[in-house]
């Protein structure tokens, strides 16, 4: 029974899927990680290259292969508001838990980080905007919602394991 972690883009996934699966001994896909290494080329190059719509394709294929393979798994921020994608989680039947946090804090998290395509090409009120909207598909497919607000990765991880 897979856990899935969801969540707007700067919520912590990554570090927190990784340190998650180290502390229960399972193994971990990050699947921004996956694909990056899968196209051979960083997430920003391949929208680039590709544009979004490839990039998703290529985040629907692998999803499904790292939900098969892998015990705890880490989404991009896009990936559960696609409706094949959804399918694919739903039907994994495991806990999808969704990470959350304020807006503002994101925003300090991510900092200029411009290894992320959508947060980049985005005003801050479309950014805004598009963690509302897409909080409410992540609530909508989650079993837990989690706020990261002002904690840190290990109290987040123990917070998490005693609810799954
Ligand atoms: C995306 C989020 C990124 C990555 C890609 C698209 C999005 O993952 O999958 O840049 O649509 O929000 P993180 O949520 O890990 O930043």
């Known amino acids: 029974m897979p856990v899935i972690l969801i969540g707007f883009m700067g919520t912590g996934k990554s570090t927190v899927g990784r340190l998650l699966a180290e502390s ?6 990050d699947l921004d990680e996956l694909i990056e290494k899968e196209a051979g080329m960083t997430i920003p190059t391949y929208f680039d290259t590709y544009g979004e719509q490839v990039f998703r394709q290529l985040e ?4 499904k292969k790292a939900i098969d393979e892998y015990d705890i798994l ?8 696609i409706s094949a994608n959804q399918k694919v989680i739903q039907a994994a039947m495991g806990r999808t838990i969704k990470l959350d946090a304020p807006i503002d804090e994101i925003r300090a998290r991510i900092g200029d980080d411009m ?3 959508i947060f980049k090409k985005l005003s801050q009120q ?3 905007e598009l963690k509302e909207k897409r909080d409410a598909i992540y609530t909508k497919f989650c079993d837990v ?3 990261t607000s002002q904690k840190n990765p290990r109290e987040i991880v123990a917070e998490i394991k005693a609810l799954i």
Do not use: E, K, V, Y
């Not at 229960?24 to 896909?29: A, D, I, L, T």
């Not at 880490?74 to 508001?81: E, N």
């Open 24 to 29: 229960m001994n399972q193994s971990f896909c």
């Open 60 to 63: 629907q294929d692998l999803l």
């Open 74 to 81: 880490s989404t991009g921020g896009g990936t559960p508001t």
């Open 115 to 117: 290894n992320r395509p």
């Open 126 to 128: 479309a950014f805004n």
């Open 145 to 147: 919602i989690i706020d």
